[in-house]
T-cell receptor, first 112, second 116 residues
Framework: GQQVMQIPQYQHVQEGEDFTTYCNSSTTLSNIQWYKQRPGGHPVFLIQLVKSGEVKKQKRLTFQFGEAKKNSSLHITATQTTDVGTYFCAPGTAGNTGKLIFGQGTTLQVKP | GAVVSQHPSWVICKSGTSVKIECRSLDFQATTMFWYRQFPKQSLMLMATSNEGSKATYEQGVEKDKFLINHASLTLSTLTVTSAHPEDSSFYIC????????????FGSGTRLTVV
């Protein structure tokens, strides 16, 4: 499977501040998926990006897929304590039939 | 939706014994399931791909005789940790895909294994 690098590894923010995590690949990706894992929990699917330059929003979360389909980002506006967790990106395969290899993840801590 | 059920949630076993973890797709058929291992504060490491009706495909460095995978039906895959040792203590998670873009991969709730 394709490998991706995720930065930063950790991020501590004050509640209300914004947060961004980046996912980078050396190769062109078919699609990129984002997951959130709460402490002690399991990964939960957030979104899948397929098209070059695609931008998708889910309330305060904005997901972007780069024009070259080699990088992606997740931006959270005005973080809340409920945003705490680890955010993983993972390159997907066509039709979601192949294995999913996760990036290292970015752990977000939000101080109230 | 797609629901994956994993049991048990946690298990404590003695060194040298074997532990079986079950992963079920409740509302869809999964010809392929995936098993991951996660150490504290680390990412999920893919261990193997479980294929219904055939042998599992193991990732490099994963001992297939140590981690036995059986996928006998379209809704059930099992992972057996054989002759467990303390270093096998970890969080094991299974997943499956509905193979639709809007659903991604669905994960079980995980099994925390402690070998004493």
């Amino acid at each position: 499977g394709q490998q991706v690098m995720q930065i930063p590894q950790y991020q501590h923010v004050q509640e209300g501040e914004d947060f961004t995590t980046y996912c980078n690949s050396s190769t062109t990706l078919s699609n990129i998926q984002w997951y959130k894992q709460r402490p002690g929990g399991h990964p939960v699917f957030l979104i899948q990006l397929v098209k070059s330059g695609e931008v998708k929003k889910q309330k305060r979360l904005t997901f972007q897929f780069g024009e070259a389909k080699k990088n992606s980002s997740l931006h959270i506006t005005a973080t809340q304590t409920t945003d705490v967790g680890t955010y993983f990106c993972a390159p997907g395969t066509a039709g979601n039939t192949g294995k999913l290899i996760f990036g290292q993840g970015t752990t977000l801590q939000v101080k109230p | 939706g797609a629901v994956v059920s994993q049991h048990p949630s946690w298990v404590i076993c003695k060194s040298g014994t074997s532990v079986k973890i079950e992963c079920r797709s409740l509302d869809f058929q999964a010809t392929t399931m995936f098993w991951y291992r996660q150490f504290p504060k680390q990412s999920l490491m893919l261990m193997a791909t479980s294929n219904e009706g055939s042998k599992a495909t193991y990732e490099q460095g994963v001992e297939k005789d140590k981690f036995l995978i059986n996928h006998a039906s379209l809704t059930l895959s099992t992972l057996t940790v054989t002759s467990a040792h303390p270093e096998d203590s970890s969080f094991y998670i299974c997943s499956a895909s509905l193979r639709q873009e809007s659903y991604g991969y669905t994960f079980g709730s995980g099994t925390r294994l402690t070998v004493v």
